[in-house]
């Protein structure tokens, strides 16, 4: 099946500053991403749609100003967490819609992020 | 009532049994269904889409009922390697094509 690799996997960091995470298809080109943040325990949470060459599209309750996310090419989404707090830690993850004739439109995602705030 | 919802169990069967899965999803305009699995403190990795005619992948078998609006997983002769959380997703499909996941079913399968 298609890739998709997210970077780091694990970061830690203290509060205030920011984080940027990287999520990249590796052999496919996706126009739209999505952001997920898990967490311990509970279900994934959609984020944000993250749209190559537009704005992302954020759910209800998610900030914007806080979540910036960056949609450049057609395979690479960041997410950057700015002023992090320890609220902010989890498990964030990133997915990727890829096209495939056996099987139509597949969600693949990255291996995820663990964010700690200290 | 939520857009996608499953039994979050835990299911916990002894090696070698059947169990199976349910997801409702509420809005009837949705176009496509996927069953994925969710290792603990892992990524979610696809099992299987669902089709309408229903399908199989060796001890897998999904199927969709689109009057009732759910889709099932059956797993027959449980591994133990078979513990995890299975996450039932729905794609509404459209131009936005949104995707929602279930909270997911955590199975259990004990020696």
């Known amino acids: 099946g298609a890739v998709v690799s997210q970077h780091p996997s694990r970061v830690i960091c203290k509060s205030g500053t920011s984080v940027k995470i990287e999520c990249r298809s590796l052999?496919?080109?996706?126009?739209?991403m999505f952001w997920y943040r898990q967490f311990p325990k509970q279900s994934l949470m959609l984020m944000a749609t993250?749209?190559?060459?537009?704005?992302?599209?954020?759910e209800q309750g998610v900030e914007k100003d806080k979540f910036l996310i960056n949609h450049a090419s057609l395979t690479l989404s960041t997410l950057t967490v700015t002023s992090a707090h320890p609220e902010d830690s989890s498990f964030y993850i990133c997915s990727a819609r890829a096209f495939q004739l056996s099987s139509g439109n597949t969600i693949y995602f990255g291996e995820g992020s663990w964010l700690t705030v200290v | 009532r939520k857009e996608v919802e499953q039994d979050p169990g835990p299911f916990n069967v002894p090696e070698g049994a059947t169990v199976a899965f349910n997801c409702t999803y509420s809005n009837s305009a949705s176009q496509s269904f996927f069953w994925y699995r969710q290792d603990c403190r892992k990524e979610p990795k696809l099992l299987m889409s669902v089709y309408s005619s229903g399908n199989e992948d060796g001890r897998f078998t999904a199927q969709l009922n689109r009057a009732s609006q759910y889709i099932s997983l059956l797993i027959r002769d449980s591994k133990l390697s078979d513990s995890a959380t299975y996450l039932c997703v729905v794609n509404r499909g459209g131009g936005y094509q949104k995707v929602t996941f279930g909270t997911g079913t955590k199975l259990q399968v004990i020696p």
């Open positions: 993250s749209n190559e060459g537009s704005k992302a599209t954020y």
């Open positions: 052999d496919f080109q996706a126009t739209t």
